[in-house]
């Protein structure tokens, strides 16, 4: 919970900013899993939690379809109602048309898509940075099994240590790795393993001059940064509300640039894709045509909830904005404990911190142990949720626009 001494001593609030500050300790309280008492929860990029009345909607719209009547026509109409109310709702936060939105169940589902819809060819090249999550790099294996396409990797991580006024060094390392025959880079907007915030706009504009496609794992940015999708213009941009969202689990979308729309084809189908015409199925123009079949719309108001439970609190800008400035107080007291190494030397741009313990320096019931049992130990000796990294071997700790700085100042004096 929020001391207002601790406010008004770290974060020196004016006025406004020190009402959003009591305002979030109101909003906070709607969401039980952070009222167990001495719980710490520094695992958003894991998995968001959820409030109150998002946990709430999904029961009562289960509930709400035996009552219609399972499979009749009002509780048809009511899920079509659901599907173009949650459609819009995500498209409202990234300032595009509802019809550029495809659903799906997570962000892997989304690169999935992306990666199977260009019709590659033997030879082809797909580029990946060397910092993407296992589950896109399985991905981008099976298509060169499939094809036999090239991967391409590009170090990212030489420019860990890059920030927004560099990112001209990132686009053009990405560049150089560019070759004559590459139809695809795949790349995270904001690295899952050390919070680097890649300058997609630029990179977009890059590949689209030498027309390659763009896709994009967007797990880590969605609900962190203010984003307009048809300013960034990336081609593919997949994600999942469960993490930033906090909304249920097995809910995420795929924003498709409609520039690209006629050019790109689905692997898996199946009805929702459709239009109603038969016998020749005829593909319907919008995002549900990478959709396949029967889905949990129960699921959906409760994300709807999440994402307007979250702007009640604040604009996209201004929830950034705090995770900023609290990330940078949590990075600069790791970086005052002599036995913690921090991964990125540069105050953090994103709410994933990224830190190792230097066991040569470290003392107590963390030292001799790797980062792994750390976690764990956190966890159950002291209700700290938080998780270990295998590369690089670290623990990440992840700052929400709903963690407050005791959160941050139990998990230093712990680790302390
Ligand atoms: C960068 C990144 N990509 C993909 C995933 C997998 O996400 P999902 O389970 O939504 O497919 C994660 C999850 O942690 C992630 O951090």
């Not at 680097?196 to 967007?218: E, G, M, S, T, Y």
């Not at 700790?397 to 100042?409: E, K, N, Q, R």
């Amino acid at each position: 919970m929020i001391s207002s001494a601790a406010l008004s001593n770290t974060l020196q609030p004016d006025n406004l900013e020190r009402d959003r500050e009591l305002a979030l300790f109101s909003h906070r309280s709607h969401f039980p899993a952070l009222g167990i008492k001495n719980r710490t929860y520094f695992n958003y990029g894991g998995q968001g939690v959820m409030c109150e009345s998002a946990l709430d909607a999904i029961a009562k719209n289960f509930r709400h379809i035996e009552s219609l009547g399972c499979f009749s026509s009002a509780a048809g109409d009511w899920m079509v109602a659901e599907y173009n109310a949650t459609k819009a709702a995500i498209a409202q936060e990234f300032q595009v048309s509802p019809t550029t939105i495809t659903l799906t169940e997570n962000t892997t589902v989304g690169c999935n898509i992306a990666l199977w819809a260009v019709d590659w060819q033997q030879g082809d090249r797909l580029l990946l940075s060397d910092c993407e999550h296992p589950g896109i790099i399985a991905g981008a294996v099976q298509i060169q099994k499939r094809f036999g396409i090239e991967i391409d990797y590009f170090p990212l991580t030489n420019t860990r240590n890059a920030n927004a006024e560099d990112s001209e060094s990132v686009v053009d390392l990405l560049v150089q790795h560019l070759q004559s025959r590459t139809r695809m880079v795949m790349l995270s907007h904001i690295c899952w393993n050390t919070g680097q915030v890649l300058p997609l706009k630029a990179i977009a504009k890059a590949c689209h001059d030498r027309d390659v496609f763009v896709a994009v794992d967007a797990a880590q940015s969605v609900g962190v940064l203010p984003l307009n999708l048809a300013d960034i213009a990336a081609d593919f941009y997949a994600f999942t509300t469960h993490k930033w969202w906090c909304a249920p689990l097995g809910l995420g979308a795929l924003y498709i640039r409609p520039e690209i729309f006629d050019r790109v084809e689905p692997v898996f189908v199946g009805w929702r894709g459709l239009t109603a015409k038969t016998p020749i199925p005829q593909w319907r123009e919008d995002g549900a045509k990478f959709e396949v079949a029967s889905s949990t719309y129960a699921l959906y108001e409760s994300m709807r909830i999440a994402i307007a439970h979250a702007n009640s609190w604040g604009s996209q800008l201004q929830r950034y904005e705090r995770i900023c400035q609290l990330s940078k107080i949590l990075w600069e007291r790791l970086n005052a404990l002599p036995h913690i190494d921090c991964i990125r030397q540069l105050p953090p741009e994103s709410g994933l911190i990224s830190f190792k313990v230097n066991q040569e320096l470290a003392k107590g019931a963390i030292a001799q142990k790797s980062h792994s049992l750390i976690a764990k130990q956190l966890e159950s000796e002291h209700q700290i949720l938080i998780r270990a990294l295998a590369d690089p071997d670290c623990l990440r700790a992840s700052i929400h626009y709903l963690t407050s700085t005791d959160d941050i100042d139990r998990l230093v004096s712990v680790l302390n």
